[in-house]
Each structure stands twice: as structure tokens, then as C-alpha cells.
């Protein structure tokens, strides 16, 4: 009787038939030496060519899978040297890496924590603008003789760019009371300048705004400058955007302008009042007249017009 257990599904029954029928014909394909010696006698072939025929080609297979095998062990080491240098340099790496992060300062790292997320951009911040009003009291000028300014009776300077300047003095004159809208710079003992956006004449309420112009300006004219000489008391000062002095104002209006390093030591000895002398170039017009100096006496004292040179270090010990 045969058990349960020794039983085969069909299912089975049908793999294990497959699988017979498969190693039937395998074999059907395959020769022993001796089948192989009978079939050459039968084709004529003398014994002694099959059997060395027979040699030749099985150590053609034995080195044949002598080569497969060289192949796979030589594949396998460099698989796993790949491997090994590979996670060689991965664990260098990464130690490198470590060992940086643990050198780094605390406040950096603190730093990279922090730029992980982005800050929200941020609006762009517009030019803060004042207003100021006054009565001019003459025009200012650039080196070449343009009007680039005016002067006010309240000692505010008011600034703008040179392609308004024929607008400007066609419209505003000495005189004229003014509204101003600009930029204003720090304001010292000396006075403050402001960057006008817009001029306004207050009683005709003529505006001149500070546009694009229309042509690119003209290039300086050497012609127009001359050698001359000047004297005087200080009636105003001029000052640049950060309030430092640069030139000076004579009581017969002319204009007298000299280098950053005059204006830092005449704003430690000079007081409005003081008499100057002055000599250099500079041009004369309807406008008024401006002169860069050369040579400046204050008070019958000649001022060194020479850049001041920086003390040299002491020798270390």
C-alpha cells in the first residue's frame, strides 16, 4: 500500500516528466570514448588519429576551464579591490570630514546651522527725502563756471545735476523764495548740503524735477579757466554730503575751493570773519566767479597747500 506521503501531485508529475525527457536527450547527445573509436573505425579514421585527436581536444577543455577560472578569480580581486579602495577613500572621506568639523569654531558651525533655511528677501529700502525752504542768495559753481547749486540765505546748500542748470537759472534767480525736496547730508558746524530731486519757485510754482537729460554731458573746457587772485573775509562755508569742509565763500561772493586735507586744517584755525588771500585758476561769468586755490594765506599766515605725510612707524626694540 503505497502512503500518502510518497504521493506526487500532478502538477509535480508533470515537472519531474520535463525534466527526464530533458536529461534523455542530453545524454542521447553525449559519446564515451570507446562509442567515439568505433564511430571513426566505421568512417575509416585509424585508431591512433582518434585517440590522439581525442587527447588534443580534451586538453583544449581542461584549458579551457583553466581559463574560466583564471577569468573569475582575476574578475573577483579586482571586484574586490574596486570594493576595498573604494571603501577606503569612503572612510577617509568621511574621517577627513569629521576631523574638519570637529576643528571648525563653534560660531561657524552655529553659522551653517543657520544658513540651511534662506532668509525671505527683503524690500529694497528707497532714499529718504527732506524739504527745506529759503530765499536764494546766490548761485554755486562748478570748476568750469556751470551753475550746479544755490546757496540760501539760511546757509543751506542745495545741489543738483548739471544738465538742470540753464533750466534752473532761467527760472530761479537771487532772490526767489524756494521749496526743496532731496537727499539731505549729515549736517555739521559748517553747514549741510542737500541733493535736490525738485525745485520749486513759491510764488510762481514752478517746479524743476530732476529728470534723465535728454543729451550726454559736455566734456570740460579747458579754455574756459584762467589764473587769478582773490581777497576777502569768510562769509560762508561750503561743505561736501558728509558735512566736511571744502571751500569757503568771500564777502565779495567769490567762490574758493581747495583739496580735503586745506579744508581739515582750516577747520581747526579759520572762523567766518577771518581775512583770506588766495591765488589759482578758475573762470568768471554773469554767474559769479570760482576759484580753485593754489596758494592760500589766512590771516597773513601762509597755509601749506601739501598733503600732510603719515608719521612714519617707530622702530620695534
Given at each position: ?218 566734456p570740460l573746457r579747458s579754455s574756459n ?89 617707530l622702530p620695534q626694540p
Amino acid at each position: 500500500m503505497t502512503h500518502p506521503h510518497d504521493r506526487i501531485s500532478n502538477q509535480a508529475a508533470a515537472e519531474l516528466f520535463t525534466l527526464a525527457a530533458r536529461l534523455q536527450a542530453q545524454r542521447q547527445h553525449e559519446y564515451s570514448s570507446t562509442e567515439l573509436m568505433q564511430a571513426g573505425v566505421e568512417a575509416d579514421l585509424s585508431p591512433e588519429i582518434l585517440q590522439e585527436a581525442l587527447q588534443q581536444m580534451q586538453a583544449k577543455q581542461q584549458q579551457d576551464q583553466h581559463h574560466r577560472r583564471l577569468r573569475y578569480m582575476v574578475g573577483s580581486g579586482i571586484a574586490g579591490a574596486a570594493i576595498a579602495i573604494s571603501g577606503l577613500w569612503a572612510y577617509q572621506t568621511i574621517a577627513k570630514a569629521l576631523s574638519h568639523r570637529n576643528n571648525l569654531p563653534q560660531a561657524t558651525l552655529e553659522q551653517a546651522d543657520r544658513l540651511t533655511t534662506a532668509p525671505d528677501p527683503q524690500p529694497p529700502v528707497e532714499n529718504d527725502s527732506s524739504s527745506f525752504t529759503g530765499i536764494v542768495e546766490q548761485y554755486l559753481l562748478n570748476p568750469e563756471g556751470r551753475v550746479d547749486g544755490l546757496l540760501l540765505k539760511n546757509g543751506l546748500e542745495v545741489k543738483f545735476p548739471l544738465h538742470l542748470s540753464d533750466r534752473l537759472t532761467r527760472f530761479i534767480t537771487p532772490g526767489t523764495e524756494v521749496s526743496i525736496t532731496g537727499a539731505a547730508g549729515s549736517a555739521s558746524r559748517f553747514g549741510q548740503e542737500v541733493r535736490a530731486m525738485q525745485i520749486v519757485d513759491r510764488k510762481t510754482q514752478q517746479a524743476i524735477v530732476d529728470q534723465p537729460p535728454d543729451e550726454p554731458p559736455q566734456p570740460l573746457r579747458s579754455s574756459n579757466y584762467s589764473t587769478f587772485s582773490t581777497a576777502g573775509t569768510i562769509q560762508h562755508w561750503l561743505v561736501g554730503h558728509r558735512g566736511e569742509l571744502h571751500g569757503l565763500i568771500l564777502s565779495s561772493k567769490v567762490q574758493i575751493k581747495f583739496p580735503p586735507h586745506v579744508g581739515d586744517q582750516l577747520s581747526r584755525t579759520v572762523q567766518i570773519g577771518d581775512r583770506i588771500q588766495a591765488q589759482g585758476f578758475g573762470t568768471r561769468n554773469q554767474y559769479g566767479q570760482i576759484l580753485q586755490a593754489t596758494a592760500l594765506t589766512v590771516n597773513g599766515q601762509l597755509l601749506s597747500m601739501a598733503p600732510v605725510q603719515p608719521k612714519a612707524p617707530l622702530p620695534q626694540p
